[in-house]
């Protein structure tokens, strides 16, 4: 089975925090999204695949480490997910980014799903699957199977915030996927939102309630 990573780093656990305060406005919570997306993209990408390059300094000739130059795909799922995009990106630059359009019903709480556009050569890219919050779990491992319908074979899920719920459905779903959470936290409500979690990411990111 792949691996599950709860990211211990009192730098994360500070920024999610400050997310998970109620008083934190909006345009404070896009940065968090954004620096912790980064520190998560630092622990996701260590097993990519590096190979050795000859390079001058302006002292001597020497063998340097730089990246095999695997393609990488970023995938947010619509709308929180966008909120981890940038964060990526400012790590990854030339990776291509796909979108995936899911809502859950609010009564049935299972995904809907209303977009999905991926790279053409997707099959050939590592994808990086995001999304703030994994609740029960539905929503990730629809994403998950769309992805891998359209033929990507190593795919990635990172969240900001996951219910244990979450976790156990996306990895029985999806064993052959590693999952790398900023934090775990209790549980779900009845209503199906994270205990003690941050509210409504998708709403929180763009203001909308
Ligand atoms: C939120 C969140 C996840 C989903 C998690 O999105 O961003 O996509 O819920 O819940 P699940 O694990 O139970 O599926 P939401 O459906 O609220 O849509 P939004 O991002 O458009 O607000
Ligand atoms: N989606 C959210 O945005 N927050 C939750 O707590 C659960 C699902």
Same mark, same amino acid.
């Given at each position: ?24 406005? %909006? ?19 260590? =097993?990519? +695949? ?15 480490? $730089?990246?095999? @130059? ?9 709308? +929180?997910?966008?909120?981890?995009? =940038?964060? *990526? ?5 030339? +990776? ?21 556009? *991926? ?7 590592? $994808?990086?699957?995001? =999304?703030? *919050?994994?609740? %029960?779990? @539905? ?9 891998? /319908?359209? @033929? ?13 719920? !979450?976790?156990?459905?996306? /990895?029985?779903?999806?064993?052959? $996927? ?16 994270? $205990?003690? @979690?941050? !509210? ?6 763009? !203001?909308?309630?």
């Amino acid at each position: 089975m792949a691996k599950t990573l709860i990211l211990d780093h009192p730098l994360i656990k500070h920024k999610i925090a400050i997310m998970r305060d109620k008083t934190t406005g %909006t345009k404070a919570f896009k940065e968090l999204a954004k620096e912790i997306s980064m520190l998560m993209c630092y622990e996701a990408t260590r =097993d990519l +695949a590096t190979k050795d390059k000859e390079i001058e300094t302006p002292v001597t000739k020497t063998t340097c480490t $730089v990246l095999a @130059g695997r393609k990488l795909a970023v995938v947010p799922i619509l709308r +929180a997910g966008l909120g981890m995009v =940038d964060g *990526m990106l400012a790590l990854i630059p030339s +990776a291509k980014v796909g979108h995936i359009g899911l809502y859950r019903n609010e009564e049935t709480l299972e995904p809907v799903e209303y977009y999905c556009k *991926m790279p053409s050569d997707i099959e050939e890219r590592d $994808v990086f699957v995001v =999304d703030p *919050m994994l609740a %029960t779990g @539905g929503s990730a491992c629809d994403a998950i199977k769309l992805i891998k /319908q359209k @033929g990507a074979k190593n795919i990635k899920f990172l969240c900001l915030i996951a219910a244990p719920e !979450g976790i156990k459905k996306l /990895q029985e779903t999806h064993p052959d $996927v590693d999952i790398f959470c900023a934090a775990l936290d209790e549980k779900l409500n009845e209503h199906g939102y994270i $205990v003690p @979690g941050l !509210g409504d990411a998708g709403d929180r990111i763009f !203001g909308t309630k």
